[in-house]
């Protein structure tokens, strides 16, 4: 399956040189997404990509250049914060704000063929920062498969990772629709912090497992992400809840120079869902 860092949330790197940051408003902006029929990708994928579109196309209007970096959207909501997601664009700037979206679905004939066309429209708020993100601070993560099955038994995680510079680091495992939990550090495996040039195998200590499960009986496959955030300060994960929407907030709340961050989804699949 087609790999997608899709999102309602987005974290952009500083492009201008001012004192203070400073807002753009781009409204009205419109972004899409061709949808076939025999495609891999779900709904709200193809929501969450024409919502790429349309923020990339709000980054060009406010005026900020593209480059390839990590990214993140902000997305107001019922809990006076930011929203969550992820895409696959990369640009420079700020935070992007996201109000009054609008979605639609265009059927459109090709010849031989139809498809459709899904559309986001919304208004976008473009902050710009100060900061540049720091490119010697840093982290590699390897060995996150693309998919694991249960069908053969137990799955579990695991994965390597290595640092540039000395920082805390701390990664979260959600799955799709699905409140998820802080992998690490945790009651057992409560450093937290890795070493200049280290590289460190996960999970660190030999008695612990991080199984993968599918927590609904009626699903066959799911999709999960975990997000790698490392932090040249001890910045305390406070909300009580780990989702998207709190764990996104919390990252959108640090400065791009202070922090660096890695996605890494995958597919966790079984037959014979109830």
């Known amino acids: 399956m087609k790999r997608f860092l899709i999102a309602a949330l987005f974290l952009f790197v500083s492009f201008v040189s001012a004192a203070q940051s400073r807002e753009v408003e781009v409204q009205g902006v419109t972004g899409e997404y061709i949808w076939m029929d025999n495609s891999e990708?779900?709904?709200?994928?193809?929501?969450?990509?024409?919502?790429?579109?349309?923020?990339?196309?709000?980054?060009?209007?406010?005026?900020?250049?593209?480059?390839?970096?990590?990214?993140?959207?902000?997305?107001?909501?019922?809990?006076?914060?930011?929203?969550?997601?992820?895409?696959?664009?990369?640009?420079?700037?700020?935070?992007?704000?996201?109000?009054?979206?609008?979605?639609?679905?265009?059927?459109?004939?090709?010849?031989?063929?139809?498809?459709?066309?899904?559309?986001?429209t919304a208004d976008f708020t473009v902050r710009i920062y100060n900061e540049m993100p720091d490119p010697e601070f840093r982290i590699r993560v390897g060995g996150v498969a693309k998919s694991y099955s249960l069908d053969r038994g137990q799955a579990l995680l695991t994965f390597n990772i290595t640092s540039s510079r000395s920082g805390y680091l701390k990664i979260f495992a959600i799955p799709e629709n699905n409140a998820g939990v802080m992998l690490y550090p945790n009651a057992y495996e409560t450093r937290g912090m890795l070493n200049e040039g280290e590289r460190v195998f996960f999970p660190t200590v030999k008695t612990l497992?991080?199984?993968l499960s599918i927590d609904d009986p009626g699903v066959s496959v799911e999709t999960n992400r975990l997000i790698f955030v490392y932090t040249k300060d001890n910045v305390p994960y406070m909300d009580d809840v780990v989702d998207h929407q709190g764990v996104l907030c919390w990252i959108a709340r640090l400065k791009p120079d202070r922090f660096t961050m890695v996605t890494e989804t995958f597919m966790i699949t079984r037959q014979g869902a109830r």
């Open 41 to 120: 990708v779900t709904p709200k994928q193809a929501r969450e990509n024409a919502l790429a579109d349309a923020k990339s196309r709000a980054m060009n209007q406010a005026g900020v250049a593209e480059r390839i970096t990590e990214d993140f959207v902000v997305v107001s909501n019922d809990r006076g914060q930011s929203g969550a997601g992820y895409s696959g664009s990369s640009r420079t700037g700020g935070v992007v704000r996201i109000s009054n979206m609008r979605e639609e679905t265009e059927l459109r004939r090709g010849t031989g063929f139809n498809y459709l066309v899904v559309k986001v």
């Open 209 to 211: 497992d991080y199984p």
